[in-house]
DNA sequence: GTGCCTCGAGTTCA
DNA sequence: CTCGAGGCAC
């Protein structure tokens, strides 16, 4: 396995190490293993194999062991959890696993299941029968069967793209690995646990043995499912609950209800506080009865899951882009703990953006300790808006205040409240900077704008490295081995200032320069070469990543690949952002026309045309730009853009659009020469006659529903 | 003008 | 994950 034994050659016992060896090497091996962290932290591009990272790491302890003085701010054993995530293969899934929306008050069901009733034309009293169960709070799993035979399992990850973690679904005993009476083609999703039983006794076995324990039982197994060696993942004690599915080559019923009694009969384990709920009484009810067990389960679950129990409503209900409409969460109160908030910090974004980040004495919350917090922007903290008046969920926050602090969603720290008994009699109302903390400039407000910025663009520091760190970000260049920290460093020393430098930097700091990057701390022949090559291989990019990479205010990775759709080449998305300058202009009259484009960011795009122009030219002149394809679809009106007019008899407007939509179809509202097809109902009237002088296609909902498929 | 829905931007801890 | 706001339909 090991490759590369250059740096195990020369060493030595560590008996026999004298302290200033010992404080050499542990620094050359916090560099080291925090290199290779990053590099399989954020890139498919492992520095080392796994068994000279593992050595180095023992190493790094054995050291840390011996010399407990020494043991370093940065030490690689505080940073370097669990096994390096990426060092698993990648799976695509068939069908994007997608999270739920959620609800927090009964209110919000209510108003869940009101929109079912209007999107599915139903009258409000008429019935509609849901599902609840509890969500466990656990991580999911996707598992797919071909012919009975288990063939991959894999992460949520981005929903997208998930982790290749078969070899480890193989060890679970709850898990089939075959299925008899099985669909041919079979795609079951489910929760992976740790109850808290196993939590408690794996922890306790992990401080015998000397090793690290988890925080918490969800962290606990994910760190145990995503173990490379799949020994350790069998001996961890891992639980699951199947309650969804992908990919299915035959139907696992009509309802909700029939599918999870399915899997249950296929041997999957389900949960027993399922239940069927015909009324809305009947679903608050389970709530309230899953609450109040919630403390005896034995396992940890954070809400109850609400679905629509027919399936053909389901399918007809469809998705949004990231959840489906057909589901909801009802959250239980979230955990809370009172601290105090000992100071507010101010960090420089991207965008120029000011954002106040509270630092917090620190406190567990929900078993991860906490001790920083969002505090989003100034209204936030003062309780009002700019004009006094008060804002939903803000308060006059103070340094120095106890605050009551929990995690959104389990994640993201929040302060919900402020004790004004035990406000100290010297705190003052914060103030946020008239100037940007790390360049100086004013930071101004613009009217309507909620967020103060600094004006210094890109000669502020903060936002230089910022925007550089947004280019070299994953969703834009994502270069192999330039990372945020990388790039940070680089640009702290001048060698790269601005995205351009990036694909200079062989020539200026490569062999034969007078300053060379393998001479420069932590690099060397190999690594330099290798950030070389990785720079070279991203010249050539796809139009869109360069759009979303040049960090262009309001557009964002969606905007960006329309645009690249929109206009294909480079060249003419460049030559039309500077024709629509001027407003007058056929090339702004068809930027704006583009679905999802209005007048902000069409202004944004402009102005950075305008006064970027020389550095993104210049940067373009180093790139080789792939033009963008068209969205190869095989439905019939995909690319098409449809309108709907009169009434729809088979279904409401809303679902018409969302259908549409799905296979890839733009619905308008009104026709124009764009127009491809319209379908009308019964009552048509103006649109109708508009679409026979344009002569564009007409046809009824009957035909419509022909054509995509679904009559 | 109102009310979705989506997107962008900024966010934490491991 | 959440908030704010842009974009769009009604």
Not at 413 to 421: F, G, H, L, N, Y
Request: glycine letters at 8%.
């Amino acid at each position: 396995m090991a490759q590369d034994t250059t740096s195990k050659t020369h060493e030595r016992a560590v008996e026999d190490l004298t302290t200033a060896e010992a404080r050499a090497e542990l620094e050359a091996l916090a560099l080291h293993l925090g290199r290779a962290n990053d590099a399989y932290f954020r890139d498919d591009a492992p520095v080392m194999s796994d068994a000279e990272f593992d050595h180095l790491r023992n190493r790094n302890a054995a050291i840390e062991k011996r010399f407990p003085d020494l043991i370093r701010s940065d030490s690689p054993s505080r940073q370097i959890g669990a096994a390096p995530s990426d060092a698993f293969g990648k799976i695509r899934h068939t069908r994007r696993m997608l999270s739920l929306a959620n609800a927090f008050t009964e209110d919000d069901v209510v108003d869940f299941i009101a929109g079912l009733r209007r999107f599915l034309g139903l009258a409000p009293d008429a019935p509609l029968a849901l599902t609840a169960e509890p969500k466990i709070d656990g991580l999911s799993l996707s598992l797919r069967y071909e012919n009975g035979q288990l063939r991959h399992a894999a992460t949520r990850g981005d929903g997208e793209t998930g982790e290749d973690v078969t070899a480890n679904a193989r060890m679970l005993d709850e898990i089939p690995q075959h299925l008899t009476d099985a669909p041919d083609l079979l795609e079951v999703r489910g929760e992976i646990y740790m109850s808290h039983s196993d939590f408690a006794a794996l922890n306790a076995r992990q401080a015998a043995a000397g090793g690290k324990s988890f925080a918490n039982p969800r962290n606990a197994a994910a760190g145990s499912l995503r173990q490379l060696d799949p020994g350790i993942t069998r001996a961890r004690p891992l639980r699951f609950f199947a309650y969804a599915w992908g990919a299915v080559s035959a139907p696992l019923g009509q309802t909700q209800t029939e599918a999870i009694d399915r899997l249950t009969a296929l041997g999957f384990p389900t949960n027993p506080l399922f239940r069927y709920c015909p009324t809305l009484d009947d679903l608050l009810t389970a709530y309230r009865d899953i609450e109040a067990q919630r403390a005896s389960l034995g396992y940890d679950i954070d809400g109850v899951v609400y679905k629509l129990d027919d399936l053909s409503q389901q399918e007809r209900l469809g998705l949004r882009s990231t959840t489906p409409r057909w589901a909801i969460a009802h959250k239980f109160p979230a955990e809370l703990a009172w601290t105090r908030l000992d100071g507010i910090d101010i960090q420089v974004g991207r965008t120029g953006a000011l954002s106040p980040v509270a630092r917090l004495s620190p406190v567990t919350v929900g078993g991860v300790v906490v001790s920083n917090a969002t505090l989003h922007n100034e209204d936030y903290i003062a309780g009002r808006d700019s004009r006094g008046a008060p804002i939903r969920d803000g308060r006059d926050i103070r340094i120095g205040d106890w605050v009551q602090v929990y995690r959104a969603g389990d994640v993201i720290p929040k302060i919900r409240d402020v004790d004004p008994a035990r406000r100290p009699d010297w705190s003052t109302p914060f103030q946020m900077p008239a100037h940007c903390p790390e360049c100086g400039s004013p930071a101004l407000r613009e009217p309507g704008d909620s967020v103060r910025r600094c004006t210094g663009g890109l000669t502020c520091p903060a936002q230089a490295v910022e925007r550089l760190k947004h280019f070299v970000s994953r969703a834009a260049f994502d270069i192999d081995g330039l990372g945020a920290k990388q790039v940070e460093s680089f640009w702290r020393d001048g060698w790269i200032v601005a995205p351009r430098d990036i694909f200079t930097l062989r020539d200026r700091f490569g062999p034969g320069q007078p300053r060379q990057l393998k001479n420069r701390e932590g690099w060397g022949e190999k690594s330099a070469q290798n950030l070389f090559d990785a720079i070279d291989s991203k010249r050539r990019i796809p139009l869109a990543r360069l759009i979303y990479a040049l960090g262009i205010r309001h557009v964002g990775e969606t905007s960006a690949g329309v645009l690249a759709t929109q206009y294909g080449t480079w060249s003419a998305f460049r030559a039309a952002m500077s024709e629509a300058a001027d407003p007058d202009s056929t090339a702004y009259a068809e930027l704006i026309a583009i679905d999802g484009v209005g007048p902000v960011m069409v202004q944004s795009l402009i102005t950075a045309f305008q006064v970027e122009a020389g550095t993104i030219d210049a940067l373009a002149a180093l790139l080789d730009i792939q033009a963008a394809e068209a969205r190869a679809s095989d439905s019939p009106v995909a690319g098409k853009t449809v309108v709907f007019t009169g009434t729809l008899e088979r279904m409401t407007r809303a679902e018409a659009k969302a259908r549409a939509e799905a296979l890839g179809a733009k619905v308008a509202g009104s026709v124009s020469t764009k127009t491809d097809l319209l379908i009308a109902g019964p009552g048509a009237g103006s649109k109708a006659k508009k679409a026979a002088d344009l002569g564009i296609e007409v046809i009824d909902e009957d035909q419509w529903l022909a054509l995509i498929g679904a009559s």
